[in-house]
């Protein structure tokens, strides 16, 4: 491993940073009511002219009308990312982490792993879908953040403590569904750089006829970086600083490139769509600190493809979906797990489909949505050559729900009901390699899934109540139910989670589009929690731990205020607590990784030609393990970032066309952190990219 022993690392002065972030919500609160300006960039019926918004987390430089994130819906509290005009070298992890109600545990630099919660969920617990289909797998139960490629994304849309019935219904404490992008783009090109080696870069094309009812886009894109930044190793001791060292980060690279078709046609009343696209990530497996593996090396591949058809704008649709995923672990020293040197490979595959019905009754009084759905999904692993038994899950549902217009269609109620059959065949792999695998077992398992949600519409386009409700299961993985090689035991007799979640909220935009905002209260409650419990020297197991609970208030504004000043910003306030169970020693304390506080604040102004823009944001302390070890606490921290960006429109390019330029310098004050025990984030970085669009 190199060394940088005469660098030193700067602690961030946190206390300055957080008078700061008051300071500037102070200034948000008191500008807002009086946020009226001729010179704002809004036009009389509320859209943008020169609109320049924020998202929630997501920065938005354009010359369009834009929507409201803050989108009342009886499905859930629904926040919208629009992603048509990002900078282009955030990931999703990054999105998403800014986001009210979102915490995301980051595994290193640029393309390394992340772990997502939603309001104190656990990771499996956050249901990801792509154009509606699921991503989460059976083997863990989540979907790789680092494996989801935005350059194809136009829109990502967070659902909060509600799963809605046409995403899945079941399983979760929210959902992400990921949006396409749309094949009339024109031409897009990107090229980026930063720190650490990072560089990559796309190119997409996309043509439609004249009457818009044929479409089609490819893209080809590339990323590949170094990750060799610089850290303090605490030497797993982190109330002792004596035997600190700084060192650099090695074996953390990645390279990964793409493609992407898709195309869409229209005949009278039907809408079809069509697209595939393949994925490719190679990079490092370096490993947590105390357990570092140098020479290791991991490489995914994922094979995909959609068909979506759509009768008369959604009253029937049909959705299927199939994909192919191979990881190879290279692990030529033993550096992994149990077993011995050597090539490990898995090979999975994913088919789902649905078929959902959805007739107006009564116009503006009754619409129901019904229908059924179905995937299946298959795994085989070879462990140093040697084929592990083939792993298999069918599920099957049916689903339905009604959407009641009340009080002339100021009240709207929307009741929904999913009935899920899940069957598992797989045989309880033993932990340790050298165990001989039993016979197959069949475990199948009914559940059902409940919610309710209402929107009142206390002033036409102004003020909005929404309240929603919901129960659901979260059904045990395969390395929970069945265990796997290298530590892990199974545990056929784990019962699901349980889910309850109940919110509500208030959302305000004004008359003049110049501020938009929503304040929502929530609890959600996990019973027969699953953990994971060191049951000898060298394995782990499954077991149902308990019941938690979370309780907690998020703030989301968007506001143009005078001088051309635009602010968005959200505050999360959350209580995340074990409540005990079968162990009372853990009752009261609060839930490993989730602070109790957490905020964004954007501020945006043009200056001439040039957009600059400041972010600050601050994530209070919490605790690495279940114990709530005061030794091993994290510390609170505070990042500040710095951007600036430009557009020009050259005629030469034609009367279309757009070149930009955003630049980012991100955590100005090097405020280097562990954000989870053993895995080392960057210090101060910077990116840089040029785009042009026509």
């Known amino acids: 491993m190199a060394f940088s022993p005469g660098k030193k690392i700067f602690a961030s002065p946190s206390a300055f940073w957080r008078i700061s972030l008051g300071l500037a919500a102070f200034c948000f609160l008191a500008w807002s009511p009086v946020a009226r ?90 249901r990801f879908y792509l154009d509606g289909m699921p991503l989460n797998d059976a083997q863990t139960g989540m979907a790789g953040l680092d494996r989801i490629p935005l ?9 909060r403590g509600i799963v809605p019935t046409e995403l899945g219904g079941i399983g979760g404490s929210g959902a992400v569904n990921f949006i396409s992008r749309p094949d009339d783009q024109g031409l897009d090109l990107l090229v980026r750089g930063g720190s650490f080696g990072e560089l990559g870069g796309r190119a997409a094309a996309g043509l439609a006829n004249a009457e818009g009812t044929r479409s089609g886009s490819v893209m080809i894109r590339g990323l590949r970086a170094d990750n060799d930044f610089s850290y303090l190793d605490h030497n797993q001791t982190f109330h002792n600083s004596d035997d600190d060292t700084v060192r650099i980060r090695q074996n953390a690279w990645i390279e990964q490139w793409g493609v992407w078709a898709a195309g869409s046609l229209e005949v009278g009343r039907l809408v079809s769509r069509a697209s595939v696209g393949h994925d490719r990530r190679d990079g490092g497996r370096p490993g947590p600190l105390g357990h570092l593996s140098p020479h290791a090396a991991v490489r995914y591949g994922r094979t995909d493809g959609q068909l979506h058809f759509d009768l008369d704008e959604g009253l029937l649709k049909f959705h299927l979906a199939g994909s192919r995923n191979e990881e190879f672990l290279y692990d030529p020293e033993g550096e992994v797990g149990l077993g011995p040197p050597g090539t490990d490979r898995s090979v999975s595959h994913d088919v789902n489909g649905s078929l959902a019905w959805s007739p107006v009754l009564v116009q503006n009084v009754l619409s129901v949505q019904t229908g059924i759905a179905g995937r299946g999904q298959w795994q085989t692993d070879w462990i140093v050559g040697k084929e592990e038994p083939q792993r298999n899950r069918a599920t099957g549902s049916a689903f339905a729900s009604a959407t009641l217009g009340m009080a002339e269609g100021r009240l709207q109620v929307m009741p ?45 386009e102004r003020f909005f109540l929404e309240s929603h409700a919901a129960r659901s299961v979260r059904v045990p993985t395969w390395v929970e139910l069945f265990g796997h090689r290298g530590g892990i035991n199974g545990n056929r007799d784990l019962q699901p989670e349980e889910i309850t979640s109940v919110d509500a909220a208030l959302s305000y935009r004004s008359g003049q589009g110049a501020f938009s905002g929503r304040v929502a209260a929530f609890l959600a409650e996990t019973d027969d929690k699953i953990v994971f419990i060191q049951n000898s020297q060298r394995t782990s197991k499954a077991i149902n731990a308990g019941k938690t609970r979370t309780r907690g208030i998020e703030l989301e504004l968007n506001a143009m205020l005078p001088g051309r000043l635009f602010l968005a910003g959200n505050l999360t306030l959350q209580r995340a607590e074990d409540l005990g169970g079968k162990n009372p020693i853990y009752e009261g304390n609060k839930l490993p990784f989730l602070p109790d506080t957490e905020a964004r604040v954007r501020l945006k102004r043009p200056v001439a030609k040039w957009t600059p823009w400041l972010e600050v944001a601050y994530m209070g302390s919490n605790y690495r393990d279940r114990a709530n070890t005061e030794l091993n606490k994290a510390p609170e921290r505070t990042l500040l970032n710095l951007g600036l960006a430009r557009d020009w429109y050259p005629e030469w390019l034609g009367p279309a066309a757009v070149m930009s330029i955003v630049a980012e310098a991100v955590n100005l004050t090097d405020n280097t952190v562990y954000d989870v025990e053993g895995f080392p984030l960057p210090g101060r970085s910077w990116h840089l990219s040029a785009r042009v669009r026509k």
């Open 37 to 126: 300006s001729a010179d704002s960039g809004h036009s009389t019926n509320g859209a943008s002219v020169a609109a320049i918004a924020v998202y929630s987390d997501t920065l938005i430089v354009s010359s369009r009308p834009l929507s409201d994130p803050v989108i009342p819906s009886v499905a859930g509290l629904v926040t919208r990312i629009d992603l048509a005009d990002e900078p282009g070298f955030r990931d999703a992890a990054d999105l998403l982490g800014g986001a009210a109600g979102f915490q995301v545990r980051r595994l290193g630099a640029v393309g390394a792993s992340a772990v997502p919660s939603l309001r104190g969920s656990s990771a499996a617990q956050v």
């Open 151 to 159: 350059d194809r994304i136009s829109a990502i849309e967070i659902h």
């Open 416 to 460: 929904a009901w999913r009935w899920q059959r899940t069957r598992d065949d797989f045989p309880p792999v033993p932990a340790l390699p050298w165990l001989p695998i039993t016979e197959s077992v069949v475990n199948q398992r009914d559940d059902v899934s409940t919610s309710l949600g209402a929107v009142w519409t206390i002033h036409p």
